[in-house]
């Protein structure tokens, strides 16, 4: 079926500049780009768009891996950390623990990669994607334990303080 597509023109051959080789649907690369708004998501470590974990590398440069089945001391990031997605850029990860007895979330990391977002609007989405998050974990309050880059801390820490 794939070879017959091909052959109709209706797939074609994308290469990219790590060699590997993508089939899209023709013509998909010149379509116009949906216009993106500034919201952020938290996704599963299982979420679509990050398992196949290779591809998003050779996609979006984001090199990511679930590190709970990494030796703790070779833990970078923390042992659950979930994927954050801002526009269309993988822009960072954040470990955290939604401690249930108390309805509290505890974000213990938060990285945020060097990017060329406007950080205002990248703390603002950060916000709103951690108060929904908040709501869907039952959590009614939130702390932020770490962040990098550092010079985040303060903003964010006063950011979520309307959280509880």
Do not use: W
């Not at 001391?73 to 954040?94: E, H, N, S, W």
């Not at 623990?97 to 990248?122: G, T, Y």
């Amino acid at each position: 079926m794939v070879d017959e597509r091909l052959s109709q023109h209706t797939l074609e051959q994308v290469q990219i500049s790590s060699g590997e080789v993508f089939l899209l649907e023709t013509g998909v690369c010149e379509r116009p780009l949906p216009r993106l708004n500034n919201r952020m998501l938290i996704l599963s470590p299982f979420d679509n768009s990050v398992i196949q974990r290779e591809r998003l590398k050779a996609l979006f440069q984001y090199d990511y891996r679930i590190e709970c089945y990494v030796p703790a001391a070779k833990c970078q990031y923390g042992y659950f950390c979930l994927p954050l997605l801002y526009r269309d850029t993988f822009i960072g990860r954040m470990d955290c623990k939604a401690h249930r007895k108390i309805s509290h979330l505890e974000i213990k990391s938060l990285h945020l990669e060097q990017h060329n977002f406007d950080e205002d609007s990248v703390v603002a989405a950060f916000v709103d994607a951690i108060t929904q998050f908040c709501h869907f974990q039952k959590c009614d309050s939130v702390a932020l334990t770490k962040v990098h880059p550092k010079h985040l801390t303060q903003r964010l820490h006063s950011a979520l303080k309307t959280l509880g």
